[in-house]
């Protein structure tokens, strides 16, 4: 049915009014609030051009062009000439001036002589439109670069590790010293453009009933390790599986079984690698775990076979001296650092549910047979002390879940440490817990006696886990004489760490300073918080209400009116009765992937990602009545599992709600760049360039993927790789890319299109051809939601080039 122009101007007139009412009230609201005025202003000028439009009065366009240069006014007044920032404030704005203006509507209200003011209103909002994306693309593609000239770019020393084939991969992060390096150059920045993919092969890996859903996520995390001519990798569900590195082809696959279904996560970040001593069955190892119950198998690296002499028949089970393990609360997500014959693991405990969890203990067992050969529990004195036959590890301890690194001449591996359980209520924490949460911990290979260990958050109740072990690298003392055995430690709360791995000392200024202090009863609070001042800070600056984002002036108002309904006394505001704002939060600036070290510059390459959280704690019994958990009667019990965003905390008089700060288009609530790389010099600790990585392709609102996106920047899961030859090759993203930025600038040389997201950290190597390649896991991430698959993807120059 055809809508006469008559009423078709009725129905914009009353649409504007609504919109106008709607402004005005939410923006009373907000100014209640000591919020922006210019919501409710804005509000009541639409009111009064609907009503006009009603009318069928001329004037009514007139006053909506008014509205629209005072709000084109505001929005540079408050943002400047930020395009992110003028998104939500002028794109729908200008649309809707678009058509108030077009012919079926202004049209039908002037006569022919106002035809060309029509299509100077027209022209008007047009160029707001076309000012809003310029100064977005200008932001993506200008404002970021070069800041600093990297000092030590020239160098021209190989930084090959003897320990390791300059074609290999051997470890997760290449090296003991997880730099993420390689020496191999014939990837270049004059060839890198004609990367093509040379491969792939499916895992046949997918998510299963229920997974991705109420808390439950799959994700892809796996780097493969290369050894010889062969990469190995892990599948979210455990599956073990060899490839030939030139040409994908499967040589064998194996899996250890089980049931998964009780796991809220679904990942394995890797597998390792042991050359048994000469003469001992199964010489070429591949480690890894199960995860339906703890357990540590080892496996012939040419066969899949398991290693008979491994343990029980190739196994171990990691539940010994562990007391009660539900099922689903331990397991093992990262590959276990093996080094000097040890295989040192620590595990994955379900965060946040109850006091006495599973054990944070770290242990390590023979590599060759699956002898334990030293634990290191933080309750026990010495922490390292053996156990009896009946005795239990301490339960509730702080966990190392993340990726170890080790320094082999030292004798030293290097342990992340999270907290103590639960995260956000640490009234109950032992001496032992509040010394040892969030740091990190270096540990005698050999023995399990601690010789240091530097603590990144005090008394933590933001899950501010140490997520992943420092990356090492040797850097000249202050007068340049001599040369400092160093490590980078990259937090979650975006401070990063410069420390002497040799006796945990910084060699980078640390500083105590105040921080903001709570309201919880019982609760203790830490005074003073280690910032680490001689280096740059990764996190986005404090959030302010101006801050807050949307796709429309609306859904951008609901999030400012929410902002001013919570509190925000910027990082280590500590979570209460009041809802606080996480910037950031659990997952942090960064997480599990860490960072990336070219040894030879001395540059520290790392991508950061800015999501915003909503935090509110609730007295136990109440979160009980209003249904967000179910009780339960104790570790001899069934566990009921609850929704991911409701931590029930049993045990404590508090639980908490954790929910990522979403408008109710499924925008997040805080202004893009929601992801960036970072280039920062580790001789003079300065930032040599930092600009967003990734667009919103493949995401969107309420959950629509699209097919192209605006160079926002977005937010990332997985780490990168540097090469000889200045390349930092990096996916993570959600637009499901892999790219390869110049590492001495951050402009993008290549970027290629993944099957699912590439959330994962990739590897490079030579292959039997005698190309380089660059290889990805490509399956997706739950938290994330970017799009799950189950493949590996090698890319490498065509040959012939």
Same mark, same amino acid.
């Given at each position: 049915?055809?809508?006469?122009?008559?009423?078709?101007?009725? /129905?914009?007139?009353?649409?504007?009014?609504?919109?106008?009412?709607?402004?005005? %009230?939410?923006?009373?609201?907000?100014?209640?609030?000591?919020?922006?005025?210019?919501?409710?202003?804005?509000?009541?000028?639409?009111?009064?051009?609907?009503?006009?439009?009603?009318?069928?009065?001329?004037?009514?366009?007139?006053?909506?062009?008014?509205?629209?240069?005072?709000?084109?006014?505001?929005?540079?007044?408050?943002?400047? /000439?930020?395009?992110?920032?003028?998104?939500?404030?002028?794109?729908?704005?200008?649309?809707?001036?678009?058509?108030?203006?077009?012919?079926?509507?202004?049209?039908?209200?002037?006569?022919?002589?106002?035809?060309?003011?029509?299509?100077?209103?027209?022209?008007?909002?047009?160029?707001?439109?076309?000012?809003?994306?310029?100064?977005?693309?200008?932001?993506?593609?200008?404002?970021? /670069?070069?800041?600093?000239?990297?000092?030590?770019?020239?160098?021209?020393?190989?930084?090959?590790?003897?320990?390791?084939?300059?074609?290999?991969?051997?470890?997760?992060?290449?090296?003991?010293?997880?730099?993420?390096?390689?020496?191999?150059?014939?990837?270049?920045?004059?060839?890198?453009?004609?990367?093509?993919?040379?491969?792939?092969?499916?895992?046949?890996?997918?998510?299963?009933? %229920?997974?991705?859903?109420?808390?439950?996520?799959?994700?892809?995390?796996?780097?493969?390790?290369?050894?010889?001519?062969?990469?190995?990798?892990?599948?979210?569900?455990?599956?073990?599986?060899?490839?030939?590195?030139?040409?994908?082809?499967?040589?064998?696959?194996?899996?250890?079984? %089980?049931?998964?279904?009780?796991?809220?996560?679904?990942?394995?970040?890797?597998?390792?690698?042991?050359?048994?001593?000469?003469?001992?069955?199964?010489?070429?190892?591949?480690?890894?775990?199960?995860?339906?119950?703890?357990? /540590?198998?080892?496996?012939?690296?040419?066969?899949?076979?398991?290693?008979?002499?491994?343990?029980?028949?190739?196994?171990?089970?990691?539940?010994?001296?562990?007391?009660?393990?539900?099922?689903?609360?331990?397991?093992?997500?990262?590959?276990?650092?093996?080094?000097? %014959?040890?295989?040192?693991?620590?595990?994955?405990?379900?965060?946040?549910?109850?006091?006495?969890?599973?054990?944070?203990?770290?242990?390590?067992?023979?590599?060759?047979?699956?002898?334990?050969?030293?634990?290191?529990?933080?309750?026990?004195?010495?922490?390292?002390?053996?156990?009896?036959?009946?005795?239990?590890?301490?339960?509730?301890?702080?966990?190392?879940?993340?990726?170890?690194?080790?320094?082999?001449?030292?004798?030293?591996?290097?342990?992340?440490?999270?907290?103590?359980?639960?995260?956000?209520?640490?009234?109950?924490?032992?001496?032992?817990?509040?010394?040892?949460?969030?740091?990190?911990?270096?540990?005698?290979?050999?023995?399990?006696?601690?010789?240091?260990?530097?603590?990144?958050?005090?008394?933590?109740?933001?899950?501010?886990?140490?997520?992943?072990?420092?990356?090492?690298?040797?850097?000249?003392?202050?007068?340049?004489?001599?040369?400092?055995?160093?490590?980078?430690?990259?937090?979650?709360?975006?401070?990063?760490?410069?420390?002497?791995?040799?006796?945990?000392?910084?060699?980078?200024?640390?500083?105590?300073?105040?921080?903001?202090?709570?309201?919880?009863?019982?609760?203790?609070?830490?005074?003073?918080?280690?910032?680490?001042?001689?280096?740059?800070?990764?996190?986005?600056?404090?959030?302010?209400?101006?801050?807050?984002?949307?796709?429309?002036?609306?859904?951008?108002?609901?999030?400012?009116?929410?902002?001013?309904?919570?509190?925000?006394?910027?990082?280590?505001?500590?979570?209460?009765?009041?809802?606080?704002?996480?910037?950031?939060?659990?997952?942090?600036?960064?997480?599990?992937?860490?960072?990336?070290?070219?040894?030879?510059?001395?540059?520290?390459?790392?991508?950061?990602?800015?999501?915003?959280?909503?935090?509110?704690?609730?007295?136990?019994?109440?979160?009980?009545?209003?249904?967000?958990?179910?009780?339960?009667?104790?570790?001899?019990?069934?566990?009921?599992?609850?929704?991911?965003?409701?931590?029930?905390?049993?045990?404590?008089?508090?639980?908490?709600?954790?929910?990522?700060?979403?408008?109710?288009?499924?925008?997040?609530?805080?202004?893009?760049?929601?992801?960036?790389?970072?280039?920062?010099?580790?001789?003079?600790?300065?930032?040599?360039?930092?600009?967003?990585?990734?667009?919103?392709?493949?995401?969107?609102?309420?959950?629509?993927?699209?097919?192209?996106?605006?160079?926002?920047?977005?937010?990332?899961?997985?780490?990168?790789?540097?090469?000889?030859?200045?390349?930092?090759?990096?996916?993570?993203?959600?637009?499901?890319?892999?790219?390869?930025?110049?590492?001495?600038?951050?402009?993008?040389?290549?970027?290629?299109?993944?099957?699912?997201?590439?959330?994962?950290?990739?590897?490079?190597?030579?292959?039997?051809?005698?190309?380089?390649?660059?290889?990805?896991?490509?399956?997706?991430?739950?938290?994330?939601?970017?799009?799950?698959?189950?493949?590996?993807?090698?890319?490498?120059?065509?040959?012939?080039?």
């Amino acid at each position: 049915m055809n809508i006469r122009p008559p009423l078709l101007v009725l /129905l914009t007139g009353i649409a504007t009014a609504l919109i106008g009412l709607a402004l005005a %009230g939410l923006g009373t609201w907000l100014v209640l609030l000591d919020g922006s005025p210019y919501y409710l202003l804005a509000g009541l000028g639409l009111l009064v051009c609907g009503i006009l439009l009603g009318l069928r009065r001329y004037l009514g366009a007139w006053v909506y062009t008014a509205v629209l240069v005072a709000t084109v006014v505001w929005a540079v007044w408050e943002v400047s /000439l930020d395009g992110w920032s003028l998104i939500p404030r002028l794109i729908a704005p200008a649309v809707l001036g678009i058509w108030i203006w077009s012919p079926w509507i202004a049209g039908r209200l002037g006569t022919d002589r106002s035809r060309r003011w029509r299509w100077a209103n027209i022209g008007l909002s047009l160029a707001v439109i076309v000012l809003v994306f310029a100064m977005g693309y200008r932001v993506s593609e200008s404002r970021y /670069l070069v800041i600093s000239t990297p000092s030590g770019w020239e160098n021209k020393d190989s930084g090959s590790d003897p320990s390791v084939a300059d074609d290999a991969w051997n470890f997760y992060g290449r090296t003991p010293a997880a730099d993420r390096y390689s020496p191999l150059d014939q990837i270049n920045p004059t060839n890198v453009s004609q990367l093509k993919q040379a491969w792939s092969f499916s895992t046949g890996d997918l998510p299963r009933s %229920g997974e991705n859903k109420g808390g439950h996520e799959f994700s892809f995390e796996a780097t493969p390790i290369k050894v010889g001519d062969a990469i190995y990798f892990c599948t979210p569900h455990r599956e073990v599986v060899a490839l030939d590195a030139t040409t994908g082809e499967l040589k064998w696959r194996y899996d250890p079984g %089980g049931d998964m279904s009780h796991n809220v996560y679904q990942a394995c970040r890797g597998v390792s690698y042991f050359e048994a001593p000469t003469g001992t069955p199964c010489p070429h190892r591949i480690i890894s775990t199960a995860s339906d119950l703890p357990r /540590l198998f080892e496996v012939d690296a040419d066969t899949g076979k398991l290693c008979d002499s491994f343990g029980n028949h190739g196994m171990v089970d990691l539940r010994e001296h562990m007391g009660i393990v539900p099922a689903g609360f331990h397991f093992i997500s990262s590959p276990p650092m093996v080094i000097n %014959g040890r295989a040192i693991l620590g595990g994955w405990v379900y965060d946040n549910q109850a006091v006495g969890e599973p054990s944070g203990v770290i242990r390590a067992f023979d590599a060759t047979t699956g002898a334990l050969s030293w634990s290191w529990d933080m309750g026990r004195t010495p922490a390292n002390a053996p156990l009896g036959k009946d005795d239990i590890y301490t339960r509730g301890t702080p966990n190392g879940w993340g990726v170890y690194s080790a320094d082999p001449k030292l004798n030293l591996v290097f342990v992340p440490l999270g907290n103590a359980t639960p995260d956000y209520y640490g009234a109950e924490r032992r001496p032992f817990d509040d010394a040892y949460s969030s740091s990190l911990v270096a540990l005698d290979v050999t023995t399990g006696q601690e010789r240091w260990h530097f603590q990144t958050v005090h008394h933590d109740l933001w899950d501010f886990d140490v997520p992943v072990g420092p990356s090492l690298v040797d850097l000249p003392d202050a007068d340049g004489e001599a040369t400092v055995p160093a490590l980078v430690q990259t937090t979650k709360q975006g401070e990063i760490y410069l420390l002497d791995r040799r006796d945990g000392k910084p060699i980078s200024p640390v500083e105590e300073r105040p921080v903001a202090q709570g309201d919880i009863p019982n609760e203790r609070y830490s005074k003073t918080q280690p910032f680490s001042v001689g280096m740059p800070a990764l996190r986005a600056p404090k959030f302010q209400e101006k801050d807050a984002w949307g796709a429309t002036p609306i859904d951008q108002l609901v999030c400012r009116i929410q902002y001013r309904q919570m509190r925000d006394d910027g990082l280590y505001t500590p979570p209460g009765l009041k809802p606080t704002l996480g910037w950031p939060a659990f997952d942090g600036t960064s997480d599990w992937y860490g960072s990336t070290i070219d040894p030879v510059r001395k540059m520290m390459y790392i991508n950061t990602t800015f999501m915003p959280f909503r935090l509110q704690m609730i007295p136990y019994d109440k979160g009980l009545q209003q249904g967000l958990y179910k009780p339960w009667g104790g570790w001899g019990q069934p566990y009921p599992q609850s929704d991911f965003s409701n931590n029930p905390e049993h045990g404590t008089p508090f639980a908490i709600t954790v929910d990522a700060w979403l408008n109710f288009l499924n925008i997040p609530c805080s202004r893009p760049p929601w992801g960036q790389m970072q280039a920062i010099d580790l001789l003079t600790h300065k930032v040599v360039w930092q600009r967003p990585i990734g667009t919103t392709k493949n995401m969107g609102p309420l959950g629509i993927r699209m097919p192209v996106g605006l160079p926002t920047g977005v937010f990332s899961m997985g780490g990168s790789v540097a090469t000889r030859s200045g390349i930092v090759f990096i996916g993570g993203t959600t637009d499901q890319s892999i790219r390869a930025l110049d590492g001495r600038t951050g402009q993008t040389l290549w970027e290629g299109d993944l099957p699912a997201g590439g959330n994962a950290t990739p590897l490079t190597y030579l292959g039997k051809d005698g190309r380089q390649y660059v290889v990805i896991a490509a399956g997706g991430h739950g938290g994330l939601q970017s799009r799950n698959g189950d493949e590996i993807v090698a890319f490498a120059v065509p040959k012939g080039s």
